[in-house]
């Protein structure tokens, strides 16, 4: 989709300011409003080319090759693997404003504009090298996980009830074993465990209070898991670490992060740790909160604060590349800032070998 939407001193996290910079902003050759997926070198740009219209811009052509309603919009989604993209088609983006609306989501070959429906859902996710992908349906409250080249579907029935701001988190660790969050009706969100085979589930981890989210991310070798509370909602926050590296006992997580202060969170999974929003400050009397990007080492619990802008709601990873939007500019995080101009790399030209004369 569009690219949108007093300072505390915590000891015991010895929360650290040393990092604390002006970011660059980021610099495209396209219009901010119309991107909607940007690799990290700028090869490949997914742009809304007009009124239902998404194309793709790469080495000094475009190309138009998905068009809707003139009411529809779209979100392209990648992975770190590249070797595919998500399209989630969202119809009357500006006229129907319904939590349960279902998206047309359809599969590409990264980088390129031949995309094939695959089903209707919402929060639709790339994982295992691209190879599956998952979505929800909100209404049936359905998982379904669905492998990309065999076509085999799985669903999950989720218990969760109709609550218009719950969407779960999924993360696939093997080809058979699922990590997705759900919500029981007493309003507990829980962590589970799914082996597709057995169609058997487990609880890794429940929370202890109500009116709380778990957002999950990922890399090779660790699983954040963040429990963050909702807007308003007076309950502390926590990240859980699990090393995946070291076999998948799943109920082996340690707590990395404990606080009582209200956090967004908005978790970011990087080798350099965990990014996520914390609060730092809060006067509730006059609802004011001082926000900003922390950066976590998950097996040390140090913190690092990584802007002073303030007012930091919302992460967005795109390509290896982590946005901050913030009144009507976006700050680039991590990865390449300006990728504004259409230079092309030189060719180091290479030494020819003489032959040798025919005799």
Not at 113 to 127: F, Y
Not at 314 to 328: C, K, N, S
Request: proline share 4%; glycine share 6%; charged share 20%.
């Amino acid at each position: 989709m569009v690219l949108i939407n007093i300072i505390m001193v915590f000891i015991s996290f010895g929360l650290s300011s040393a990092h604390s910079q002006e970011l660059p902003k980021f610099l495209t050759k396209h219009s901010l409003d119309t991107i909607r997926y940007i690799s990290i070198d700028g090869r490949y740009a997914y742009v809304k080319k007009g009124p239902g219209v998404l194309g793709l811009v790469s080495s000094f052509r475009s190309i138009d090759f998905l068009s809707d309603a003139q009411t529809s919009d779209f979100m392209v989604k990648g992975s770190r693997a590249k070797r595919k993209l998500l399209v989630e088609i969202i119809p009357a983006v500006h006229g129907e404003y319904d939590f349960y609306k279902l998206h047309k989501i359809m599969a590409m070959d990264w980088g390129n504009s031949n995309p094939k429906e695959v089903g209707l859902g919402i929060s639709s996710k790339l994982h295992l090298e691209d190879e599956w992908v998952s979505y929800y349906h909100p209404v049936e409250k359905i998982l379904t996980l669905q492998n990309l080249i065999t076509q085999k579907k799985f669903t999950i029935q989720l218990q969760a009830k109709m609550n218009p701001f719950f969407r779960p988190e999924v993360d696939m660790v093997t080809s058979d074993t699922v990590l997705y969050t759900d919500i029981n009706e007493q309003g507990y969100a829980a962590l589970i465990s799914y082996n597709l085979l057995t169609q058997k589930n487990a609880i890794i981890y429940k929370a202890p209070q109500t009116a709380t989210r778990i957002e999950l991310c990922s890399m090779p070798n660790y699983v954040a898991i963040g429990e963050f509370p909702y807007e308003g909602v007076s309950r502390g926050s926590k990240i859980l670490y699990l090393k995946t590296s070291q076999g998948m006992n799943l109920a082996g997580y340690t707590s990395a992060y404990t606080s009582l202060d209200e956090d967004l969170g908005n978790i970011v999974c990087t080798q350099k740790g965990v990014f996520f929003i914390k609060t730092m400050s809060q006067d509730k009397k006059l609802s004011l909160k001082v926000t900003e990007v922390v950066l976590l080492q998950p097996d040390t619990g140090k913190i690092e604060a990584r802007t002073s802008l303030k007012h930091v709601t919302q992460l967005l990873e795109m390509d290896g590349r982590i946005l901050i939007p913030d009144r009507g500019e976006y700050y680039v995080l991590e990865g390449r800032s300006n990728i504004s101009d259409d230079v092309l790399k030189s060719i180091t030209p290479t030494k020819t070998e003489e032959l040798p004369l025919e005799l």
